[in-house]
């Protein structure tokens, strides 16, 4: 019923930047937060950056400062512009919104993740 595809993702040197895209459709009535979570090899899934539709923005400290999470609510997408990279940034990304589907309740849905890569 909805579908969250991220784009924007791929091999980048340290110190560079990426902008990670997130466009969600299908039978949504309204969106409510929407965020970027990352999962490294071995490690759990961590958020990286929420906001929420009224605003009040919450980033992860790690990324503080260097990323910025944005949307466009009439494209119902959301982005993330990622600068001074760290290889420590590599990991594959993962959209997420919580979605009010037409006619439905409000759940969580997930993209299917891109991956970042930050070399040295």
């Known amino acids: 019923q909805v579908q969250l595809v991220e784009s924007g993702g791929g091999l980048v040197q340290a110190g560079g930047s990426l902008k990670l895209s997130c466009a969600a459709s299908g039978n949504i009535f309204s969106i409510n937060a929407m965020g970027w979570y990352r999962q490294a090899p071995g490690k759990q899934r961590e958020l990286v950056a929420l906001l929420p539709t009224g605003g009040g923005t919450q980033y992860a400290d790690s990324v503080k400062g260097r990323s910025t999470i944005s949307r466009d609510n009439a494209k119902n997408t959301v982005y993330l512009q990622m600068d001074s990279l760290k290889p420590e940034d590599t990991a594959v990304y993962y959209c997420?919104?919580?979605?009010?589907?037409?006619?439905?309740?409000?759940?969580?849905?997930w993209g299917q993740g891109t991956q970042v890569t930050v070399s040295s």
């Open positions: 997420n919104a919580f979605v009010i589907v037409i006619g439905s309740y409000g759940r969580d849905y």
